[in-house]
């Protein structure tokens, strides 16, 4: 009779998947994390980085005039904006409300000490943001925005509009990093079984860097708002993550079986 305890042989569904993850750092090391839980092996492979803002004077006037209570609200739009505020130790005072843009920046608020006090219920978007911030601000409110320098002004303006005091600084730009040859080659060669896609930057990093993507590589959105920018890149995605969280991206994966799986025991 086998004893054996069914916890010491839970599937693991991604067993055999060697998966690129486009970022580094405890982002990135997070994810590979995550992904060797379920069984897949994580290539590192940073597709994009963040460099300082070129305007470093305003933003540090904006981090300031927060610390001091000048804002009612302050918006964060990424977990990258949570590691600006973060390496300027910037101080949040109790007066200031915080609304993160969906869970995984709420979580990196959060992480580092932040609290959390609004997350859209439906859009995990600026306009999302916008919308839930409005209803729950029928008064003029002093807002600060902290983005990308390539970020449209979705939230800025429809805040703007509603009649808030809206000031927008610039946290952060984002800059391209190219890949090693050996990456490159294992895309081009179908040795990644899966790339995952977690923005629009990244979506264009993986067009312009990787000119041959095999059909058998599944390319996963991490939801529809980020599928809908690699659209516009050019960039084909096989599956779209429901919700816009990396756990959420890894189960989407996991529903597919691992490509070649088919043709190896054809052979």
Do not use: C
Not at 124 to 146: D, K
């Amino acid at each position: 009779m086998n004893n054996t305890s069914p916890a010491h042989t839970a599937p693991k569904p991604l067993k055999g998947w060697r998966v690129l993850v486009p970022r580094g750092g405890p982002w990135g090391d997070g994810v590979a994390a995550s992904l060797r839980r379920q069984g897949a092996t994580p290539v590192i492979a940073p597709l994009i980085n963040f460099a300082p803002s070129t305007d470093q004077a305003t933003l540090e006037r904006a981090i300031a005039d927060l610390g001091a209570g000048a804002f009612d609200w302050l918006t964060v739009t990424s977990a990258t904006t949570v590691d600006v505020l973060y390496a300027y130790r910037a101080v949040i005072p109790t007066g200031t409300k915080v609304a993160a843009v969906g869970e995984t920046t709420a979580a990196a608020l959060q992480a580092v000490g932040y609290r959390v006090d609004l997350v859209p219920e439906r859009d995990n978007s600026a306009g999302g943001m916008a919308e839930q911030l409005i209803a729950l601000e029928p008064e003029p409110r002093s807002i600060l925005t902290l983005r990308s320098e390539i970020a449209k002004p979705v939230l800025t303006n429809r805040l703007t509009e509603a009649g808030h005091r809206v000031r927008s600084v610039v946290a952060y730009r984002t800059v391209g990093v190219p890949v090693t040859e050996r990456i490159a080659e294992d895309v081009r060669s179908g040795r990644i079984n899966a790339i995952l896609v977690t923005s629009g930057s990244v979506a264009e990093q993986v067009r312009a860097q990787f000119d041959h993507i095999p059909e058998t590589t599944l390319v996963a959105a991490i939801g529809p708002r980020t599928a809908k920018d690699a659209a516009k890149t050019g960039l084909g995605v096989d599956v779209v993550a429901p919700q816009q969280t990396v756990d959420a991206l890894i189960d989407a994966v996991a529903r597919f079986a691992l490509p070649h799986a088919t043709d190896e025991f054809a052979l």
